[in-house]
């Protein structure tokens, strides 16, 4: 009985059926029952860019309406940098021999994820550096951050997107605004903590940068991308995960030698999470 349950479990594994959780319960998440939550902003006129981007977000309709043949059909252009929105920073993004966009494997971009709110310490404080305490006390709560895990930091951020001057700092835009600009991020001291004790398979945030807004020399860009571990941008309702145990699902635009591209990332969770 016990092979026969064994091999019914690898089989529904190896169909997606059932994923498996590194938490410290070892739970799983069916996922033909799982709760689906969206990580992502859309893209429209209002999507954020960083503030030097000459050109935001364009979708550009090319038909919409009746045809000839007396049916409706539409059919649109879009045009966006890489870096803006919800989306992907490839390794290559930061670090010259790293993984292009259609380079990062997909059990890269997908897994379990384990959450650290730090919200409470940036409502008064819009420079808040998550350090290794962060890590550390979120650890001493709810175990240890198993390896391989997507690691997602909530900050509280995301209930201020797409209003600029909230979630930048500053409404301006063009180079006159990059010293100005003040929202929480990731101190490099955490990113080198992440990669020497846990080595995350990718780390996620709801600001605009993976590196708080105040940084100059994007140290935890060159840490985190220079160990191939990708970067996930603008992430949104990260409040209504669980704090371990969400199954990640994050595809961005597979860009041919892309540094970074447009993400749909969703979190599947257990229907009592």
């Given at each position: ?15 997606g ?17 799982a ?14 860019y ?5 050109k ?19 059919s ?26 259609d ?11 384990v ?8 409502q008064?404080n819009p420079?808040?550096?998550?350090s ?19 690691v997602?930091f909530?900050t509280g951020y995301?209930?201020?997107y797409p ?10 835009k063009g180079?006159?605004?990059i ?5 929480p ?7 080198n903590?992440l990669?020497?004790n ?8 709801d ?24 970067g996930f941008?603008?992430l ?27 993400l749909?990332?969703?979190?599947a969770v257990?229907?009592?999470?």
């Amino acid at each position: 009985m016990r092979t026969y349950t064994s091999l019914l479990f690898t089989l529904l594994l190896s169909l997606g059926l059932v994923a498996c959780s590194p938490s410290k319960n070892n739970q799983t998440i069916d996922l033909t029952k799982a709760k689906w939550l969206d990580l992502s902003h859309s893209y429209n006129e209002s999507t954020l860019y960083w503030p030097n981007n000459v050109k935001g977000f364009e979708h550009t309709e090319e038909f919409k309406g009746q045809t000839p043949g007396n049916f409706f059909y539409s059919s649109y252009t879009i045009s966006t940098p890489e870096h803006g929105g919800t989306h992907l920073d490839a390794p290559i993004h930061f670090a010259e021999k790293g993984w292009t966009v259609d380079q990062v494997p997909l059990d890269s971009l997908t897994g379990y994820a384990v959450v650290i709110n730090v919200s409470a310490k940036t409502q008064n404080n819009p420079d808040y550096l998550i350090s290794p305490q962060d890590l550390i006390d979120w650890e001493k709560a709810n175990g240890a951050i198993p390896k391989g895990s997507i690691v997602l930091f909530n900050t509280g951020y995301a209930k201020h997107y797409p209003k600029r001057k909230e979630y930048f700092g500053t409404d301006k835009k063009g180079l006159e605004a990059i010293p100005e600009l003040h929202f929480p991020g990731i101190s490099a001291q955490a990113s080198n903590w992440l990669v020497e004790n846990r080595l995350p398979k990718a780390v996620g945030i709801d600001t605009a940068s993976i590196d708080y807004g105040q940084s100059k020399d994007f140290q935890t860009h060159r840490i985190l991308l220079g160990n191939n571990i990708s970067g996930f941008e603008n992430l949104t309702n990260l409040d209504a995960l669980p704090l371990t145990g969400a199954y990640i699902v994050a595809l961005p635009m597979k860009i041919a030698g892309g540094s970074g591209g447009p993400l749909r990332i969703v979190a599947a969770v257990r229907q009592s999470d």
